[in-house]
Nanobody
Framework: EVRLVESGGGSVQDGGSLILSCEVS???????????LGWFRQGPREVREGVAA???????AYARSVKDRFDLSVDFTKSVLTMHMHNVTTEDSGMYYC??????????????????????WGQGTQVSVSS
């Protein structure tokens, strides 16, 4: 069974930093496997939008609003996707979901069109930024 478990959400002040983690089990996250991993954010009454993604080819993609502030990395030894969030703003608030698509490449396109029906999702972790 594939499981994605997010952690690291919480409350932070405008300009602060936060680290989100997503632990993947039941699917191999290695340099030889096919995958797209990423974070998607959903605010109240909003569509779930792509924030950042990485694929098995090492391509990374970021939403324009977070580029140069958020950084993605993958720990292959632990199958953990980590997103460092710097200089956060109230616009970064929302429920953050980790997603895994068992296909390779095209992180940028995947971030825009959003994962398809074969993707796996975590339960989400809340981020609240206060001014």
């Amino acid at each position: 069974e594939v499981r994605l478990v997010e952690s690291g959400g919480g409350s932070v002040q405008d300009g602060g930093s936060l680290i989100l983690s997503c632990e993947v089990s039941g699917y191999p996250i290695t340099i030889k496997s096919n995958y797209r991993l990423g974070w998607f954010r959903q605010g109240p009454r909003e569509v779930r939008e792509g924030v950042a993604a990485i694929d098995n080819l090492g391509n990374t993609a970021y939403a324009r609003s977070v580029k140069d502030r958020f950084d993605l990395s993958v720990d292959f030894t632990k199958s953990v996707l980590t997103m460092h969030m710097h200089n956060v703003t109230t616009e970064d608030s929302g429920m953050y979901y980790c997603a895994l698509d068992p296909v390779g490449g095209f992180a940028r396109e995947w971030l825009i069109i959003r994962p398809g029906p074969d993707a796996y999702w975590g339960q989400g972790t809340q981020v609240s930024v206060s001014s």
